[in-house]
């Protein structure tokens, strides 16, 4: 039997209060990356108190966007060139840590910056890193899981779709992670819903899609239970600390799974959503998921099977088994405020009409440029669950834009 490996930050830090623990990082000069909705709650100020008393001058880049773009990566690569931090923070939510993950390589390795950008999505991973600088990651949302894992997302937007893309390696994992559910707390309910679904996906479709392992099945089955009895409290009862902190570690749990794990075709759908539509990507990733799931049914019968049982589905057969799960899976988006269809979320139906050719295309490229996937016949992307067609691609977006899914086979 092939050994595995398991990676996690060398350090996490957990619980309600677990900022202070930023005391014991060290470090002289500490390039903070945020973005202004985090700046306006004044949690880079406390950032910036803890830092200053333990000596460490700090600078500022606080103009993360949803889904980031190459050009601010490359923005705060530029800052942090200037300021020569010995320390990265990310403060935020997955766009916060993802931008100082990118900005960090390309602070270690400047020759990338003149790459072209899929030349540097296959060159970044590549790379060693930490010999100029260390990563902290601050979750200030209960969603990505970005605070633990070994990937990063930047968006190409000089392109049509826009290309949305994530890369990674073993060195991305940050150095530390601090989960302090006091700094989720502030989080609007449709913040809450949108990343809380985010983790559940990341747990669940790691779970289906993963060879079986003990190390990885007990974070995302685990994390996924406590995310659906946790996430309805945390959505209507703001304040309730322990529902926040429950969320908190739930979503960092879940990012520890599929970290070591594997996403696929829901996460790699929902990027499209996002990069081109503007949909936040817990939100996109819980229209994806139903329709994903009942297409991937076939190849992985018995992952979801075996998720349905541990999620407290029941059924007469396995295809009732299946729509039950399904069936609450839609449920839980219900209670927390989450439509079914995209249809329903308020995007035109004229713009998705007008993409849905150019996205297919795109994604169904996506999955034959794949290196696992370029190298196996049709028949055998059949059996692995990998669209072959267009057609398939579409169908599965339509789906999620009339909150439907296919019957199952």
């Known amino acids: ?28 000069r500490a390039l903070i990356v945020t973005d202004p909705g985090v700046r306006a709650q004044g949690l880079v100020a406390k950032v910036e108190q803890i830092c200053a008393a333990g000596n460490i001058k700090t600078a500022v880049f606080d103009k993360v966007e949803p889904d980031p773009s ?38 270690e390795h400047p020759d990338l910056a003149n790459l072209s950008f899929m030349e540097f999505l296959r060159e970044a991973s590549r790379r060693e890193l930490r010999k100029k600088a260390r990563y902290v990651a601050i979750s200030t949302t209960s969603g990505t899981g970005s605070e633990v894992t070994s990937a990063a997302v930047v968006t190409d937007r000089s392109v049509n779709p826009p290309y949305k893309a994530g890369f990674g390696s073993r060195h ?33 479709e790691c779970y289906a899609l993963t060879q079986p392992s003990d190390m990885v099945d007990a974070l995302a089955i685990w994390s996924a239970r406590t995310i659906f009895e946790w996430l309805p409290r945390a959505y209507s009862q703001g304040s309730d600390m322990q529902a926040r902190d429950k969320m908190h570690l739930a979503a960092l749990q879940a990012g520890i799974a599929f970290s070591n794990g594997r996403l696929g075709m829901v996460h790699g759908m929902a990027h499209v959503l996002g990069a081109t539509f503007g949909i936040p990507h817990g939100r996109a990733n819980a229209f994806m998921l139903c329709p994903c799931f009942a297409f991937l049914y076939p190849a992985y019968k018995a992952r979801l099977n075996s998720l349905a049982g541990f999620l407290g589905a029941s059924g007469r057969d396995d ?55 370029s190298r196996m016949s049709i028949e055998e992307r059949r059996k692995a669950g990998v669209p072959v067609t267009v057609d398939e691609v579409r169908g599965l977006f339509l789906h999620a834009w009339n909150g439907t899914r296919a019957e199952l086979k």
């Open 1 to 28: 039997m092939a050994y595995r490996t398991f990676t996690v930050p060398r350090n996490i830090y957990y619980g309600p209060g677990a900022l202070q623990s930023l005391t014991t990082v060290g470090g002289q």
């Open 172 to 204: 991305l994992v940050p150095d530390v992670a601090i989960a302090d559910p006091e700094l989720a707390a502030s989080m609007p309910p449709v913040v809450t819903a949108n990343s809380g679904y985010d983790a559940l996906v990341h747990a669940t």
């Open 70 to 107: 190459k050009e601010t990566s490359w923005a705060v690569f530029a800052l942090a060139q200037e300021f020569k931090p010995d320390l990265f923070i990310g403060l935020g939510g997955g766009s916060s840590i993802d931008a100082g993950k990118t900005a960090w390589i390309l602070y």
């Open 319 to 373: 295809h009732s088994l299946i729509n039950n799960l399904l069936t609450d899976l839609d449920n839980l988006k219900k209670k927390v405020g989450i439509p079914l269809a995209i249809k329903d979320s308020g995007l035109d139906k004229k713009r998705f009409d007008e993409m849905l050719e150019p996205i297919s295309v795109d994604y169904f490229n996506q999955l034959s440029r794949s290196p696992v996937n």
